[in-house]
């Protein structure tokens, strides 16, 4: 069984994870904003179960009866909250004051779940039915049982 993630490298993952989709969006304009936000959809299913953030603090996203490799339509669900906050964007003229209004009430609810639930789970984890383990922890417990 793998070590449950730290809290703060989850939000720093995603933290990595949105600038990405900022670079999409301001790189890739005005396609990238869509680009973005199917990266924000579909990035946990990438790299074994790793978006471009949770591979650069190493954590990764299982399933969570057996911790096996989640798989695209897994991410799609686990991320669709996020996602639907950055589609207001399309909206013309209200569309921004939509993104940043949703985004602190949607936002604000996933961080309280994550800070509030003892295994860090947020609400897209309870409906993909996953959770965020640590794999430098298992790597560095392998090492340890290596050396021994």
């Given at each position: 069984?793998?070590?449950?993630?730290?809290?703060?490298?989850?939000?720093?993952?995603?933290?990595?994870?949105?600038?990405?989709?900022?670079?999409?969006?301001?790189?890739?304009?005005?396609?990238?904003?869509?680009?973005?936000?199917?990266?924000l959809l579909i990035g946990d299913g990438f790299f074994n179960g790793q978006s471009l953030g949770k591979k650069l603090i190493g954590l990764k996203v299982v399933t969570a009866s057996d911790e096996k490799k989640i798989e695209f339509k897994d991410s799609i669900i686990r991320n669709m909250f996020l996602a639907v906050v950055l589609a207001f964007a399309f909206i013309p003229l209200f569309g921004m004051f939509l993104m940043f209004t949703a985004g602190l009430f949607i936002y604000g609810i996933e961080?309280?779940?994550?800070?509030?639930?003892?295994?860090?789970?947020?609400?897209?984890?309870?409906?993909?039915?996953?959770?965020?383990?640590?794999?430098?922890?298992?790597?560095?417990?392998?090492k340890v049982q290596n050396v021994e």
């Open positions: 069984m793998e070590q449950i993630a730290n809290k703060l490298n989850r939000f720093i993952a995603k933290a990595v994870d949105l600038l990405i989709v900022g670079f999409f969006s301001e790189i890739f304009y005005p396609y990238g904003l869509m680009a973005g936000l199917l990266y961080i309280y779940y994550i800070i509030t639930n003892p295994i860090g789970e947020r609400i897209g984890d309870r409906l993909a039915f996953t959770k965020v383990v640590d794999v430098k922890q298992k790597e560095d417990n392998s």
